[in-house]
Nanobody
Framework: QVQLVESGGGLVQAGGSLTLSCAAS????????MAWYRQAPEKQRDLVAS???????NYADSVKGRFTISRDNAKNTIYLQMNSLKPDDTAVYYC???????????????WGQGTRVTVSS
């Protein structure tokens, strides 16, 4: 079983910065694409940014130029550097990973517990 643990959320003023981290732990698996999603109150969960094992990235239009996703494959960890934060960025941010288990080659998606980001105006 792979576990994803996020950290780095908090309260920040508009225009400020935060860095989120997501570390995957467990045995007997390979991780493929990892991503950050966010969910604001009473809204659906939306993709923020994703990164493949090879480092290819994809961003939501709303965060392009402000957020940067990166990855340390040796640590099975991804990061989300968030700059020029806006009140609209306020949400719970969730880490997601595509995982393959070695013992049966099954592929599944797993989620972290989320970390809250609040941007005050």
């Amino acid at each position: 079983q792979v576990q994803l643990v996020e950290s780095g959320g908090g309260l920040v003023q508009a225009g400020g910065s935060l860095t989120l981290s997501c570390a995957a732990s467990g045995n007997g698996f390979k991780i493929y694409t990892m991503a950050w999603y966010r969910q604001a109150p009473e809204k659906q969960r939306d993709l923020v940014a994703s990164i493949t094992g090879g480092g290819s990235t994809n961003y939501a239009d709303s965060v392009k130029g402000r957020f940067t996703i990166s990855r340390d494959n040796a640590k099975n960890t991804i990061y989300l550097q968030m700059n020029s934060l806006k009140p609209d960025d306020t949400a719970v941010y969730y880490c997601n990973a595509g995982v393959q288990r070695y013992w049966d080659n099954s592929i599944y998606s797993t989620w972290g517990q989320g970390t809250r980001v609040t941007v005050s105006s």
